[in-house]
């Protein structure tokens, strides 16, 4: 008589992945921004900056606006 496999359950699956995720990126976001800001502080007030620092400082603007950093200031008030 054949017996069929039991079927277990993986807790280690995509549910693990994502809340280590949820936990983590604005650990590595607060990280990212602040080696961003030192490296800003390095370069120079009249500095231009480059096509890529430009495309960097908008990724990250909009991850901070995701996860809930600082709140922009619309308009004059």
Known sequence: MKTTPKR?????GKGSTL?????????ALEV???????Q???QGKYA????RDKAF???LDQANR???GKKQKRGWF
């Open 8 to 12: 277990t359950v993986n807790s280690k």
């Open 32 to 38: 990212v921004n602040l080696m961003r800001q030192n």
């Open 48 to 51: 231009k900056a480059r096509k």
């Open 19 to 27: 809340s280590k995720l949820i936990v983590f990126a604005p650990i």
């Open 40 to 42: 800003k502080k390095k």
């Open 57 to 59: 400082d908008f990724i």
């Open 66 to 68: 995701r996860l809930g």
